[in-house]
């Protein structure tokens, strides 16, 4: 894979610290707004190409494949534009703000015969791969409560009525698509679409979601997934079952750093905890080792897999917004 980036931020850094892992990725250009910016992040990471046009990146016969990490807003244009260049894009979680764009990703994608994942880091992993294998011993699972609350160092500023993207409703912010989406993802590739789906916003002065509670209702268990902005928690996730408890902690589940079992206790037995996760190293390691071998091997049922998978969390957040919009408006904001 010969890879392109966009964006310059933290999760670009850490995203370079991964692709040096993997040996069929070679990182050939980066983009920035500026050509200054541009070539600094291109010095910082030793990438020979820098540019601050898009078309012209997109023109360079010498990438095949575009990680996106702009602002949410722009995940869609820019995927768009990728793909009928006809190039791979592998695009920062949220894919997109809709379930329409979505769909048309991944139909500009099949048309151009290239591919299109939706870079998500917890369905990757090694500890997300070893939760499922043993997933079993909890039996029949009737309640998982995951919880990613990170107080944002925009908030303070987003108090004094300065509002950064994060916090922006016209570029697709909040807490549902830019943190709470981790546990859907999680939710989603452990469970399957629910039947119903419930969100609770708590709305900032601009109408935006800082935090909010999504219930995910099954045939036969409940999912309580808490995202906030706006004041932090231990990241624990707890998946309870009628036969033990596993506990996800020491990491969000975006991280799925530490997983554990923890079965129900007997009469006179002390608790019996089994580790169930291993030390994975960069957890954002699993996910472009997972797309650069799908483009590479044109591994058709992996991307089938992903897409699906992409395709059911775009559903929901559908639905989630819809119910977190609907409040906005009866409350008097326009989102």
């Not at 610290?17 to 990471?45: G, L």
């Not at 793909?83 to 979680?93: G, H, P, T």
């Not at 009525?161 to 994060?166: D, F, L």
């Not at 650069?292 to 992409?310: F, G, L, P, R, T």
Request: aromatic share 10%.
């Amino acid at each position: 894979m010969k890879l392109a980036t966009i964006g310059s931020g933290s999760i670009v850094d850490l995203a370079y610290q991964s692709f040096a892992e993997i040996e069929n990725i070679e990182t050939v250009a980066v983009y920035s707004r500026t050509m200054e910016k541009a070539k600094a992040f291109a010095q910082k990471h030793n990438v020979e190409c820098a540019y601050d046009d898009l078309d012209q990146m997109f023109a360079d016969p010498n990438i095949d494949t575009i990680y996106i990490a702009s602002p949410n807003s722009l995940h869609y244009p820019q995927a768009k534009k990728a793909l009928l260049a006809k190039k791979n894009v592998i695009l920062e979680k949220p894919f997109t703000p809709n379930l329409e764009q979505t769909e048309e990703l991944f139909q500009i994608a099949q048309e151009n015969g290239v591919m299109i994942f939706e870079a998500i880091t917890n369905v990757h992993t090694a500890n997300y791969k070893l939760l499922k294998e043993h997933l079993n011993k909890a039996g029949k699972v009737r309640q998982c409560l995951f919880n990613f609350s990170q107080y944002s160092r925009r908030y303070a500023k987003y108090m004094e009525h300065t509002v950064e993207n994060v916090f922006d409703p016209k570029m697709d912010g909040g807490a549902l698509l830019d943190i709470n989406i981790y546990n859907i993802h999680l939710a989603v590739g452990l469970f399957g679409q629910p039947k119903e789906i419930h969100y609770y916003p708590l709305l900032g002065w601009n109408g935006i979601d800082t935090s909010g509670t999504l219930m995910l209702l099954y045939e036969d268990k409940n999912i309580t997934c808490i995202g906030s902005k706006d004041s932090s928690s231990d990241y624990l996730g707890y998946i309870q079952g009628e036969s033990g408890t596993f506990k996800i902690s020491n990491g969000s589940t975006g991280r799925m750093q530490d997983v554990e079992f923890i079965p129900p206790l007997q009469e006179n037995q002390t608790s019996n905890v089994e580790q169930i996760s291993i030390d994975q190293g960069l957890h954002m390691s699993y996910e472009f080792k997972d797309f650069a071998d799908a483009i590479d091997q044109h591994n058709e049922e992996m991307y089938q897999s992903c897409k699906e998978h992409s395709l059911k969390v775009a559903k929901i957040l559908e639905v989630a917004k819809q119910q977190r919009n609907a409040l906005a408006k009866e409350k008097g904001f326009e989102l």
